[in-house]
């Protein structure tokens, strides 16, 4: 069983930042993709960043510039650091991991997800 634990979110005026941080832990061989969903209301999941094994990111061109992405290997963590944040940003944030379970097994893990408000 993998857990991930979210921390950070909450209520930010525009322009403001926010810190979302989140810890993999549980019965795993290793991790490998590690990063952060958002879903607004109505609207699907949306892949927000997100970073590999070997350290190559993804993101969606709407935070290009305003979001960075980190991940501690040692510790499984993976923190989004939000900046400049626009009204359009607030959703629940998911955390979101890739592990290996068995030699031959890999599966994708969610947290609880984490409600991040912008208002204008």
């Known amino acids: 069983q993998v857990q991930l634990v979210e921390s950070g979110g909450g209520l930010v005026q525009a322009g403001g930042s926010l810190r979302l941080s989140c810890a993999v832990s549980g019965s795993m061989i290793s991790v490998n993709t590690m990063g952060w969903y958002r879903q607004a209301p109505g609207e699907q999941r949306e892949l927000v960043e997100a970073?590999?094994?070997?350290?190559?990111?993804n993101y969606a061109d709407s935070v290009k510039g305003r979001f960075t992405i980190s991940r501690d290997y040692a510790e499984n963590t993976v923190a989004l650091q939000m900046n400049s944040l626009k009204p359009e940003d607030t959703a629940v944030y998911y955390c979101?991991?890739?592990?290996?379970?068995?030699?031959?097994?890999?599966?994708?893990?969610w947290g609880q997800g984490t409600q991040v408000t912008v208002s204008s």
């Open positions: 979101y991991c890739n592990a290996r379970v068995r030699i031959l097994r890999t599966g994708d893990f």
């Open positions: 970073i590999t094994g070997g350290d190559s990111t």
